[in-house]
């Protein structure tokens, strides 16, 4: 069974930061992408950066400059570490591990809160 566990998700306020982790077990072969979507209410889902296994990164425009997406390929883990957070930074985060178009998955989800 493939598990994406995250944790770091809470209530912070404006100009708080947050670190999201993500550790994916069950997964015998190596993950091309691992990276983070989030969905607030009445919003579709939406990517918020994407890191491969060699490094490449990319983000949402409007995160650029605020997050850092890294990993850990030894540990199957990726992070999102979340500066400058905003109001409109709330939303339920995902962590998404992409093997190929086979094989790819999701995590439960966790809730960030931005707010005074």
């Known amino acids: 069974q493939v598990q994406l566990v995250e944790s770091g998700g809470g209530l912070v306020q404006p100009g708080g930061s947050l670190r999201l982790s993500c550790a994916a077990s069950?997964?015998?072969?190596?993950?091309?992408?691992m990276g983070w979507y989030r969905q607030a209410p009445g919003n579709q889902r939406e990517m918020v950066a994407r890191?491969?296994?060699?490094?490449?990164?990319n983000y949402r425009d409007s995160v650029k400059g605020r997050f850092t997406v890294s990993r850990d390929n030894a540990k199957n883990t990726v992070y999102l570490q979340m500066n400058s957070l905003k109001p409109e930074d709330t939303a339920v985060y995902y962590c998404?591990?992409?093997?190929?178009?086979?094989?790819?998955?999701w995590g439960q989800g966790t809730q960030v809160t931005v707010s005074s």
């Open positions: 998404y591990a992409y093997l190929n178009w086979r094989d790819d998955y």
């Open positions: 069950g997964i015998t072969f190596s993950i091309n992408i």
């Open positions: 890191i491969t296994s060699g490094g490449s990164t």
